[in-house]
């Protein structure tokens, strides 16, 4: 597992450029949360082929900015971001709410409640 | 004018097991368009795991994401858990471990395949499969004590032993089912009447499966060499006689014969392992609280599971990320419906092999 | 209708829906419904359409965003009607009893008749639970039942359903 740190502003350029899809698959998009407004998140991909590859685009943001969307580089990231606007009450551009959590359920559950 | 029409499927219909709505965009018959609503069942497994449990009752909370792959789901959650703690299992316990996975596949991938038989119309083979696939709920009843949902799995081993008559009964049931196996995989190859629903139906193009990410039985039937046994070191999976299964068409008869070959590999699989059971103790003494954080990958039967935990010294875990086969399979599944007819779509569903508790937890 | 009442005795239709649960119980279902355990032989068989079922299979413990399906479903079922709880978590929420989207259980919307416990409840219970629900059938007449009310917030599926004016919203302190 290598875990690499990245920033919002480099965030497309980064993944843009190390991306291939014939040789890494996408994992999942992941929020972390730290407490005091603020999240850890993390883009997760593993090597095809090799044993135990595991890298990890990280950055720690806070939840009122605005998180670049990926889905122009992985469409099937969708999923994940989806989850962490729903989950973590972020705001993803050109993603929606609504993929678990109905008007009336809680809102950001994960968010620390502080 | 408006030429396409919108039909739903779900989220009750007879074809599902599970609450999923579709909508599709059809033009004629034929798809064009597909939107799906997923969160059905969310239940908020993630925070629960977090807020309200223990790190030694997560493991029993996980595996209720799911009931078909209960059993990855506390594995790869145990295994995480063992990581931060810095404990490795011994052989016996790693080779029980994965005799339940294996036996847990070839139930969950028969189901699947009397499923996608029910759905395009084959009630008789439904029966027919359905009835082969008990000898294997047997086999889990005898070790672990339930039919589904079995608990096998805690931390620092697993809760049952493996005794001289349960190895015989293994070899029994597993004997018969194999011959049922190559029996249904003849049928699959010829019957003309089968090939004319599975054959050339739901296609995922190689690319497509790269291109959105595929993952399991369906990446593997459109060609692409991807399965977390030969990727993870966690579990010795090389010594137990793995073959990766590769089909290269993508239809709904490729996802078929995978799964068909995956349990005869599966059958041979949970043979040895039966036969060359190491010796040991079955339960080993773990301490301390954990700290850190650990990332899992397991196969389950629909594809890569992945775990995320994330603890600090308490009791209490800091995050427990659950990331599902289904779920990241969905942009690829909407990707097949494309193109082909609304007649064939459930069928085309029920050979994903979705899951939709595991989708939204 | 007299007439028809033997008939529905010895063809009981069955309607099966997941509000929530882990597929578990709905495996076991199919497997009694499959050659094994033969649940076919009492005259059950699994129907999609709920205007032609007499027993109501419900797994799950109610989540939020299918508590208007289920009763829905429900409504649309003719009298009589029986409703069978299978599972745990389906009686009182078991495993997800208090977490973040669940109902805990399926009595807080429809009156249930048959409770089947187990995680997952075995197909042996729930051929038992079904046989306890025909005697049930039997004694039901043909007067209407209503769901329960729907509780708490939720008042934008109420306003959604019309029928029977049963979704009369309750305020929290009377729960």
């Not at chain 1, 605005?66 to 993803?92: K, N, Q, Y």
Request: aromatic share 8%; charged share 25%; glycine share 8%.
């Amino acid at each position: 597992m290598t875990k690499i740190e990245t920033t919002l502003s480099s965030l497309l350029a980064d993944i843009g450029t190390f991306y291939d899809k014939k040789i890494w698959h996408f994992l999942t998009v992941n929020g972390i949360d730290l407490g005091e407004g603020k999240i850890e998140l993390q883009w997760i991909f593993s090597k095809y082929g090799a044993k135990d590859e595991i890298i990890i685009y990280y950055l720690i943001s806070e939840y009122e900015t605005a998180i670049p969307s990926i889905i122009g580089l992985i469409p099937s990231a969708i999923m994940g971001e989806r989850e962490i606007v729903d989950m973590f009450g972020l705001t993803v551009s050109g993603v929606e709410k609504g993929l678990y959590l109905d008007e009336d359920s809680i809102p950001h559950p994960l968010r620390s409640q502080s | 004018m408006k030429k396409t029409v919108q039909i739903p499927l779900g989220s009750q219909h007879i074809s599902l097991l599970e609450p999923i709505r579709f909508k599709f965009e059809c033009e004629n018959e034929k798809i064009i368009g597909v939107d799906a609503d997923v969160g059905f069942v969310h239940r908020g497994v993630e925070l629960a795991c977090t807020r309200k449990f223990e790190f030694k009752q997560v493991g029993y909370v996980v595996a209720r994401v799911c009931g078909l792959c209960a059993i990855t789901h506390s594995l790869s959650y145990t295994l995480a858990v063992e990581k931060l703690l810095g404990y490795e299992a011994n052989d016996r316990i790693k080779y029980l471990r994965m005799l339940m996975v294996e036996l847990d596949r070839i139930h969950s991938h028969m189901l699947c395949l009397a499923h996608t038989a029910e759905n395009a119309g084959f009630e008789a083979l439904f029966m027919q499969i359905m009835a082969q696939r008990e000898p294997v709920m047997d086999i889990q009843e005898a070790i672990s004590g339930n039919r589904v949902q079995f608990d096998y799995i805690s931390i620092g081993g697993v809760n049952r032993d493996l005794t001289p008559d349960l190895s015989a009964l293994i070899h029994k049931n597993l004997a018969a089912l194999s011959e049922k196996v190559d029996a249904l995989m003849m049928l699959f190859d010829t019957n003309w009447s089968l090939s004319l629903k599975y054959k050339g139906i739901g296609v995922l193009s190689l690319e497509n499966a790269y291109t959105y990410n595929a993952l399991g039985p369906l990446a593997r039937a459109a060609g692409l060499a991807s399965d977390v046994r030969s990727e993870s070191s966690d579990l010795p999976y090389e010594a137990v006689g793995y073959t990766m299964v590769l089909e290269s068409s993508g239809d709904i008869h490729a996802r078929n014969f995978v799964r068909l070959r995956e349990i005869v590999n599966s059958i041979a699989m949970c043979r040895n392992i039966v036969d060359n059971l190491p010796v040991g103790e079955i339960q080993e003494k773990v301490k301390g609280k954990p700290k850190g954080e650990a990332v899992v990958r397991v196969e389950a039967p629909r594809g890569e599971l992945f775990y995320l935990v994330r603890g600090s010294g308490q009791n209490i875990l800091e995050r427990v990320r659950i990331k599902t086969p289904t779920f990241s399979g969905i942009p690829a599944m909407m990707e097949v419906f494309k193109g082909s007819q609304y007649a064939d779509a459930p069928a085309i569903l029920a050979s994903f092999d979705p899951c939709m508790s595991c989708t939204a937890k | 209708m007299k007439f028809f009442t033997p008939f529905r005795k010895k063809s009981p239709w069955i309607l099966h829906y997941n509000a929530g649960s882990c597929n578990g119980c709905d495996i076991e279902i199919l497997a009694a419904l499959g050659p094994k355990f033969d649940l076919e032989r009492f005259g059950a068989i699994n129907t999609g359409n709920p205007k032609q079922s007499d027993i109501f299979l419900v797994t799950g413990p109610v989540t939020y965003r299918s508590r208007e399906r289920l009763v829905e479903l429900y409504t649309q079922i003719p009298e009589p009607k029986v409703v069978v709880a299978v599972g745990s978590c389906t009686d009182t929420g078991g495993v997800f009893r208090g977490m973040l989207n669940v109902e805990d259980g399926i009595d807080r919307y429809i009156p249930v008749d048959v409770y089947i416990p187990g995680c997952a409840a075995s197909p042996q219970l729930i051929i038992d639970g079904l046989v306890k629900a025909l005697e049930i059938l039997e004694t039901k007449s043909k007067a209407i039942e209503k769901p329960f009310k729907l509780f708490g917030a939720v008042q934008m599926i109420g306003t959604k359903l019309s029928r029977l004016n049963m979704a009369q919203r309750v305020r929290h302190d009377e729960n």
